[in-house]
């Protein structure tokens, strides 16, 4: 019994760290920052019942604007934090740190199932709690977190080959943010992996199978979820929905046939408004050509070279910030980490490996193509499969005594460097002469 408590101590004191970390002064700052005047905001509408929120082409409160360039489930949980807690801060960040423990947690299971080891699941864990750039984004009202975990969800259940309730996950991802599309990459090495394994006879009956597999539960189950994180909008009633209504779309005329002689006319209409929300929603992300100072290109995202200002507060002659910035010690090391890992998997390809160079890939390099403005927090999903992969380089380091010293003094580098930005990171009033100090390079003011 002692034993078993005693293997299991580990990972709740890995448990405490990111329950703490998240959620000790969750509910600060006590107002909106960042595009929480967007996610959060649209939240607390949605909440009150305002169609608007789900609308795009309403004129909001100054300083705010109604957030439709992203599906609605995340912001469903943000309303669901403030009907437990209240319309405050607290509530609408509350499901995001939940979600910020939750990514963790299932790095650590996830680790354990790929590399069946103790050393990789806790160190990839304790990278990610001491992470810097998924600590910020885990305590404000935005996606992110809320789509990577879903995303996580989903590839366990991969793993375990439980289809139905990988698409069921994999829909609530892309629910709340489209960049779980990425996720296909994954699929596609998975599968082709599973097909190379097989004789030339059982590929016959593995193509049949998966002919089934995923249209059903990869590609119509996904579908289903996202029309349905939509569904509180079908309550809630507006007057002027018709006359917003792109009656020029082929697929709302199609939509507008087939539906009217089976459902309401009000239920067709808003399921043409879905239709033309996600419209918009597309040539928002394609077309957008706005600039923003912070804004920085992919390739310079592990290289940490533009972070992004959040929030700022001054209290008397001290100041406090919020800074998407990544842990150095974590973001600069991943580069060789991931060079690593390449190596070794060009040596000797396995499959637990190259899944998760897939998933780091995946996540990261789409954005080279990508027409909008981009911003490092973008470079989010590639995180926990970056810290996996430098935990396998680390373990390989793990192996003498000299080896442990190494990965000892690189872990308490990691942790020295979380507790060094925390209060830039965190809200924490400093004075202006010890802020100076975060500023190492230009690119970082």
Known sequence: ?????????????????????????????????????????????????????????NTPPAGFAYEWTHPPLAKLFMAGGMIIFG?????????????????????????????????IALVASLLLIFENLLFVQSRIGMNDVYFMLFMLIALWFLLSRKY????????????????????????????????LQKTQE????????????????????????????????????????????????????IEQTLCQPIFSRNFCD???IVWNVNQQMYWYHTRLS????????????????????????NFGDKIAQI?????????????????????????????????????????????????RIMFIYHYLPSIPFLA??????LEKIWKNRIGKILVLCYLFLVITAFIFFYPHIAAIPVSSTFNNNYFWFNSWR
């Not at 991931?338 to 160079?357: C, H």
């Not at 996540?363 to 193509?369: T, V």
């Open 164 to 195: 139905a309730l990988t698409g069921l996950f994999w829909g609530l991802s892309l629910a709340s943010k489209w960049t779980a599309i990425y996720f296909i990459f994954i699929f596609a090495f998975f599968f082709i992996n599973e097909y």
């Open 388 to 393: 996996i992969i430098l935990a396998f380089s």
């Open 270 to 272: 808003k399921l043409a």
């Open 87 to 119: 319309i405050n801060p607290f509530g609408w960040r509350f499901f995001g740190a939940l979600a910020g423990v939750g990514i963790i947690f299932l790095v650590y299971l996830l680790t354990r199932k790929l590399f069946h080891s103790q050393f």
């Open 202 to 253: 059982e590929r016959k009956l593995f193509i049949k199978k998966k002919f089934f597999v995923i249209p059903i539960f990869l590609i119509g189950l996904p579908l289903i979820i996202y029309i349905l994180s939509y569904s509180p909008f079908f309550f809630l009633n507006d007057p002027t929905i018709p006359n917003h209504i792109d009656t020029k779309s082929i697929v709302v005329q």
């Open 323 to 371: 800074y998407a910035i990544g842990n150095p010690a974590i973001f600069w090391a991943g580069i060789f980490g991931i060079g690593f890992g390449v190596y070794n998997f060009i040596k000797k390809p396995r499959f637990n490996l190259g899944l998760v160079l897939t998933g780091f890939f995946a996540f990261w390099l789409p954005w080279a193509l990508s027409p």
């Open 290 to 313: 706005a600039t923003h100072p912070y804004q920085s290109l992919w390739y310079t995202w592990p290289l940490d070279l533009r972070p992004v200002y959040y929030y700022v507060g």
């Open 1 to 57: 019994m002692i034993q078993k408590l005693l293997k299991l101590l580990p990972i709740a004191l890995i448990l405490f760290l990111a329950i703490f970390t998240r959620f000790w002064r969750l509910g600060i700052p006590d107002t909106y920052h960042f595009d929480e005047v967007y996610h959060a905001f649209t939240a607390k509408e949605m909440l009150l019942g305002n169609p608007a929120a789900w609308e795009f082409w």
